[in-house]
């Protein structure tokens, strides 16, 4: 399987993993008929991932710094995929352990989305999608993003 494919679905696989905590957001919103008993560990995600919505507009459209490695013209920094599946699988790893109660299985799911992370990484290298720099423009969004995750969870006690 070539690179390029490889990380495209593992960006579709994270977006999957984003569909089931927003699934769960709405399911529990409906259920308790009221966005403030929604568990604020799902709603403290939607800052983030706002931002990093954002943060694609900006550099894909507005403030382009580089270009493909591959010729192709467009826009590479930072890799969305790196971005996108490295921040929501961030965001996953701190919401499950709420969901999860087995450490152990928690443990071994960090370790999936560390691995896809790794292959996102890499794969967008050497797919010739991607600029070193871009990767990890990627991957320090990625961290920006889940810090304020953090701080926003924190601040709402959760």
Known sequence: MQWDKA??????????V???????GLYQWIRRK???????ALLAMMPP?????ITYVIFDKFFILNTRPNGSGEPSFPST????????FFLAMNVLPKYIKSKALCALLDVVMLALISITATGRVLSDMH???DVIGGLAF???F?????LIKKEKHV
């Open 146 to 150: 889940t810090v304020i995750y953090c």
């Open 142 to 144: 990625a961290v920006i």
């Open 81 to 88: 995929h790196v971005m996108v599946v490295t921040t929501i």
């Open 131 to 133: 600029w070193i720099s």
């Open 34 to 40: 009221s966005l403030k008993k929604v568990d604020r």
């Open 7 to 16: 990380t495209d679905i593992i960006l579709i696989a994270a977006i999957a």
């Open 49 to 53: 991932l706002i931002l990093m919505a």
């Open 18 to 24: 984003l569909c089931v905590f927003t699934l769960l």
